[in-house]
C-alpha cells in the first residue's frame, strides 16, 4: 500500500534550521513529482516547493526562496527540505504530496509533520 512518512519536525529558534524527510513506498517513486505543503491553524494548505520526478526542476512560494531547498534521492525513495533562517510565520504542519499519472492527477498525501519556530 502507498505510505508517505515525514520525518524531521520540530522545534526550532528564529534563525534556525531544521530538514524534513519524506520516505515514500507502494509506487513508483521515481515517476511521481514531489511537493510539500504547509497548514498553519486558522490558514488554508499552500504549496510550499515542488520538485519534478526527475529532480531536474524546482519551484518555491515567493515566501521561503532562498531559505528552503527542495531535493529528492530516488535510489532512497525519500524527498527533503532544507529549511533554513527559519521565521516564526513558518510554523505550520508540513505535509508531502506525491503527484502522479495523467496530468498528475493521482495524489498521495502523508500525514504531517509539526514545525515550531519560536524562542
Known amino acids: 500500500q502507498v505510505q508517505l512518512v515525514e520525518s524531521g519536525g520540530g522545534l526550532v529558534q528564529p534563525g534556525g534550521s531544521l530538514r524534513l524527510s519524506c520516505a515514500a513506498s507502494g509506487f513508483t517513486f521515481s515517476s511521481a513529482a514531489m511537493s510539500w505543503y504547509r497548514q498553519a491553524p486558522g490558514k488554508e494548505r499552500e504549496l510550499v516547493a515542488t520538485v519534478t520526478a526527475a529532480g531536474g526542476t524546482t519551484n518555491y512560494a515567493d515566501s521561503v526562496k532562498g531559505r528552503f531547498t527542495i531535493s529528492r534521492d530516488n535510489a532512497k525513495n525519500t524527498v527533503y527540505l532544507q529549511m533554513d533562517s527559519l521565521k516564526p510565520e513558518d510554523t505550520a504542519v508540513y505535509y508531502c504530496?506525491?503527484?502522479?499519472?495523467?496530468?498528475?492527477?493521482?495524489?498521495?498525501w502523508g500525514q504531517g509533520t509539526q514545525v515550531t519556530v519560536s524562542s
Open positions: 504530496k506525491a503527484a502522479r499519472g495523467y496530468k498528475a492527477l493521482i495524489t498521495y
